[in-house]
């Protein structure tokens, strides 16, 4: 303000100039502190005073019209003449020439609105601006660049709050507060879900989460679940072997979402639900289990430990449903399980560890059994039970006569049924062939009935005993034309070959060596009365069942 004031041409002495100057100045600071408007008025007050001031007198003479002459003469109307005329307007001469409005002239042409002698503009209102350009709400800015609301020429704000504060302050809260989101995926306590964790950090708070997932890490996301609260999720319409990709994002009260890191989660193969173990030696468990429904599950990972809370040990991999660890300690219990896997190496579709199964090891020789009619009879006859190189104890429980019916009840081992004798034996495995003595006057469905009752005495006497159930023998075409009734011989092995499935065990036939090409017994094999073997039959049936017995373990 001190500039416009020195800039304006009055004439005044020293004294009352100075005087001036302080009351004008203490309108300006009062207008910068009380408000903009204030500020604009007492702009408006410095051109009003500036044109309505008084002349006063100085060194030089006055004329009876007030008019303060220079040295110049004054002429009868009080006017000081100069080098220039002046207007009746009793306008102020200097170098310049006047318009006819009264304003007053610098260096610079003027144009009729007011200019003042520094070249600025005042506006419709009379305000006064300096160097720099005012906007049309009357704001003075000073050389940096100012906002529309209000500011002071130097930058700073008015000490009175102004509408559009209270949102700038809320939009800088809003700013200084941070949301950031961390998740993970790992498997769920059911084995079968996968479980999505996230943790918010920063000081900043979320209205609700966002749970999505994806099939590529960089493909497109679907949200599977909106939470307000909590900090996980469980995703239960996963299928096992799949690989899923996860994040979380975090919806502020704005509705902004703050997104985490992408997770990556391999469904895992459903756990089998447990194993069976047989003992095989002393130092030996055969580990048994049923393979898995799922197409993906082609590995199986057999493992051991010798606490059921200790660190399981892998044993090995096979494809079969069977492994038979050995290496083992005598007098030591040991705990096993199975895991079902897509490869051979680890990788995360293997499924968790199945419910495991306890042994105690001891001393043990294994025994297997072979069990039926007149036809076994002939394995110790021929003398080719030896021949039949699968290690361990062998025995056989058979008799002249026995069928589906006597084999449960007829008491020929001193004292006991052979259902009888091959429980007290306990053995590892048990071979059973029987059908020949009743096929030919029975209907072959009787003869299943029976068998499923013998099969299910030896499983609740002797449950850990592997029972295999054998194909009945062909008989020479001859014998089924004079017997009719054995022509349902290759029916009953269909229907026991059902039986072995219904009866969770296992069917072997190897009867096809001993055919013609008719199907029935070839007259190489026959001893004679159509049904029983030669000795030549017999070696290359204990070649077989050698074969046959050492795939099973």
């Not at 094999?525 to 070649?543: F, I, L, M, P, R």
Request: hydrophobic share 30%; proline share 5%.
């Amino acid at each position: 303000m001190t500039k416009w004031l020195t800039g304006i041409p009055m004439i005044v002495d020293a004294s009352k100039m100075k005087r001036m100057k302080a009351v004008l100045l203490s309108m300006v600071c009062t207008a910068v502190i009380c408000s903009p408007a204030g500020y604009v008025s007492a702009q408006t007050h410095i051109i009003r005073l500036e044109n309505s001031v008084e002349q006063m007198p100085d060194t030089n003479s006055q004329n009876p019209g007030g008019q303060i002459p220079d040295g110049n003469s004054q002429d009868s109307n009080g006017q000081l003449p100069s080098g220039s005329n002046q207007n009746l307007n009793e306008q102020l001469p200097d170098n310049n020439n006047q318009n006819p409005n009264g304003q007053l002239p610098d260096s610079n042409n003027q144009n009729p609105n007011k200019q003042l002698p520094d070249g600025n503009h005042p506006d419709s209102n009379g305000q006064m601006p300096d160097r720099d350009d005012q906007d049309p709400n009357g704001q003075i800015p000073d050389r940096d660049s100012q906002n529309p609301d209000t500011q002071l020429p130097d930058g700073e704000d008015f000490g009175e709050m102004q509408p559009g504060d209270a949102e700038e302050e809320r939009d800088e809260e809003k700013e200084a507060e941070t949301v950031k989101v961390t998740a993970s995926v790992g498997l769920g306590k059911d084995g079968t879900s996968a479980k999505v964790s996230w943790k918010k950090a920063g000081n900043g708070k979320a209205a609700s989460y966002l749970v999505q997932r994806g099939s590529a890490r960089n493909g497109d996301f679907k949200t599977i679940a909106r939470l307000e609260t909590g900090k996980s999720y469980l995703d239960q319409k996963v299928a096992s072997a799949n690989r899923y990709y996860y994040r979380v994002a975090a919806k502020t009260k704005s509705g902004d979402l703050i997104y985490s890191k992408v997770c990556k989660f391999q469904c895992p193969l459903e756990p089998l639900p447990g194993v069976k173990l047989a003992r095989y030696s002393t130092s030996s468990v055969k580990v048994m289990w049923n393979k898995s429904s799922n197409q993906h599950a082609v590995w199986y990972k057999v493992y051991y430990a010798k606490s059921k809370s200790g660190k399981y040990k892998l044993a090995g991999v096979t494809k079969n449903n069977w492994y038979r660890v050995t290496g083992l300690k005598n007098q030591q219990d040991y705990y096993f399980g199975v895991k079902a896997c897509t490869t051979k190496n680890v990788s995360g579709f293997d499924s968790p560890l199945s419910k495991v199964a306890k042994m105690r090891t001891r001393t043990y020789e294994r025994t297997t059994i072979f069990a039926g009619d007149s036809i076994t009879t002939g394995l110790t006859a021929y003398r080719v039970l030896d021949e039949i190189a699968i290690g361990g104890k062998k025995d056989v429980v058979a008799a002249i006569g026995l069928n589906t019916i006597t084999f449960r009840t007829k008491k020929v081992f001193n004292g006991k049924s052979a259902v009888e004798r091959i429980i007290a034996s306990k053995p590892y495995r048990a071979y059973l062939m029987l059908g020949d003595n009743d096929i030919h006057f029975r209907n072959k469905n009787d003869l299943i009935d029976g068998y499923r009752e013998i099969v299910k005495a030896i499983q609740a006497g002797t449950p850990d005993t592997d029972l295999v159930i054998l194909a009945a023998s062909p008989v020479t075409a001859a014998e089924v034309s004079r017997r009719r009734g054995f022509a349902q011989i290759p029916a009953y092995n269909q229907a026991l070959r059902a039986l072995a499935a219904e009866m969770d065990v296992k069917y072997y036939d190897c009867t096809g060596f001993l055919k013609d090409s008719t199907g029935w017994l070839k007259s190489s094999y026959n001893a004679g009365d159509g049904v029983h073997w030669t000795s030549a039959a017999y070696h290359e049936y204990a070649k077989r069942l050698t074969a046959y017995d050492k795939s099973l373990d």
